[in-house]
């Protein structure tokens, strides 16, 4: 199929790209990578009167650590770029992998980061990693600029915090604390597909005790938004993560994930692979503590 026709516009500022997704005489969609919406398009899933291509503001193209350590991504930087910056790879390594399992070279050399996070696919890897590592969102409209925090971004699938009008110009990774482990496993049918199921680990090793201080155990593909498990998190904390932590960890995604049945899985496999992984990426992530 082909799209419907639709008018093409590339602003050069911040706020002329507002002015037009706040027009009400026409429905305008922002497009940066382009990865997600040109195939909804084809499908005529979405029916756009308006593009808006944001990539040629210049602001939006930045990657940088601010003066407080924070990384800062803007929404036209390409998921490849974030991968390859040496300052990622060292600083936020687990954004690096996720990225790197998102679909093949050709679609991370085009998908751009924000892109991936305000399209919200559940069995997506990004959304999974923000909400890991607690990632705050820069959202600009016509009411003025507004930060969201990762667990009240996402809101169901294939929706977020960001309304009609808004454009979400950044998302923001905190600087990572000391002695913090993480890893990144998913299952799926073939290289490059969406994940069945997925998860992101981040540990935290408190030295003086040789415990785990702070976890975070995030899913895709297992609802409609990334589930973080508090029960599993609450099994490793205090302990070294060893056999009887991961034991009861795993036994908490069996018991506490509800995720649904589909052509690709059924609840029962989605849950058994989320608990496998779990322990292999929280077996990593303290290795890497």
């Known amino acids: 199929m082909k799209p419907t026709p639709f008018d093409y516009t590339a602003p050069s500022t911040v706020g002329e790209a507002v002015a037009l997704l706040a027009d009400e005489?026409?429905?305008?969609?922002?497009?940066?990578?382009?990865?997600s919406l040109i195939p909804m398009l084809n499908m005529r899933l979405a029916?756009?009167?308006l593009l808006v291509d944001i990539t040629r503001i210049p602001e939006l193209g930045r990657l940088h650590v601010d003066e407080s350590g924070d990384l800062r991504i803007g929404a036209a930087v390409r998921q490849a770029h974030a991968a390859a910056d040496h300052a990622v790879?060292?600083?936020?390594?687990?954004?690096?992998?996720?990225?790197?399992h998102i679909g093949h070279p050709q679609i991370r050399n085009r998908g751009t980061v924000c892109g991936s996070l305000a399209h919200h696919d559940p069995a997506a890897e990004l959304p999974t990693a923000a909400l890991a590592l607690d990632a705050?969102?820069?959202?600009?409209?016509?009411?003025?600029?507004r930060t969201v925090v990762a667990e009240d971004f996402f809101v169901a699938t294939?929706?977020?915090?960001?309304?009609?009008d808004?454009?979400?110009t950044e998302v923001v990774f905190p600087r990572p604390p000391a002695q913090r482990g993480w890893a990144f496993e998913e299952l799926t049918r073939r290289h490059g597909d969406f994940a069945t199921v997925g998860v992101a680990a981040v540990l935290e090793r408190d030295t003086a005790t040789d415990t785990c201080r702070a976890a975070r155990v995030v899913f895709c593909g297992a609802g409609p938004v990334p589930v973080r498990l508090p029960a599993a998190e609450d099994a490793l904390v205090g302990s070294d993560v060893g056999e009887q932590a991961l034991a009861t960890a795993a036994h908490a995604a069996l018991s506490h994930l509800t995720p649904s049945d589909d052509v690709h899985a059924t609840a029962e496999y989605r849950r058994e692979g989320a608990a496998r992984l779990l322990v292999r990426a929280c077996t990593t992530a303290w290795e890497r503590c």
């Open 25 to 35: 005489e026409r429905e305008a969609k922002v497009m940066a990578g382009g990865q």
């Open 158 to 164: 294939f929706s977020t915090a960001v309304e009609a």
């Open 166 to 168: 808004e454009l979400l």
């Open 136 to 145: 705050r969102f820069v959202i600009t409209g016509p009411r003025g600029t």
């Open 89 to 100: 790879r060292d600083g936020w390594p687990l954004l690096a992998a996720a990225i790197g």
């Open 47 to 49: 029916r756009p009167e």
